[in-house]
């Protein structure tokens, strides 16, 4: 089992900047396969933030590539998402994921209980 705590959300200016943070535990972030961010607007489907893989590899939507960074650091076992030139229509509840991986037994996906971010105008 793996238990997934978002925060750092709240309500920022357009133009600002904010930083999300994901703390894990149950299992060491160093092993999980994969970890993202996703977010979802009011009436919207949940979508793809960002990723990190267990390499450090990363990948972004190309709504936030050159704004947002993701990050991750194994001794705190946390996952970060740096928020920069934040837009409106960025405007969502932000998930923790967690993807264990293809190899191990079911359950394979964790989510966080969400974190609020609002930018206003």
């Known amino acids: 089992q793996v238990q997934l705590v978002e925060s750092g959300g709240g309500l920022v200016q357009a133009g600002g900047s904010l930083r999300l943070s994901c703390a894990a535990s149950?299992?060491?972030?160093?092993?999980?396969?994969?970890m993202g961010w996703y977010r979802q607007a009011p009436g919207k489907q949940r979508e793809l933030v960002a990723a990190?893989?267990?390499?450090?590899?990363?990948n972004y939507a190309d709504s936030v590539t050159g704004r947002f960074t993701i990050s991750k650091d194994n001794a705190k076992n946390t996952m970060y998402l740096q928020m920069t030139s934040l837009k409106l229509e960025d405007t969502a509840v932000y998930y923790c994921?967690?993807?264990?991986?293809?190899?191990?037994?079911?359950?394979?996906?964790?989510w966080g209980q969400g974190t609020q971010v609002t930018v206003s105008s």
């Open positions: 994921n967690a993807d264990l991986g293809p190899l191990v037994t079911l359950p394979r996906y964790y």
């Open positions: 149950g299992r060491s972030t160093f092993s999980i396969y994969t």
């Open positions: 990190i893989s267990n390499l450090g590899s990363t």
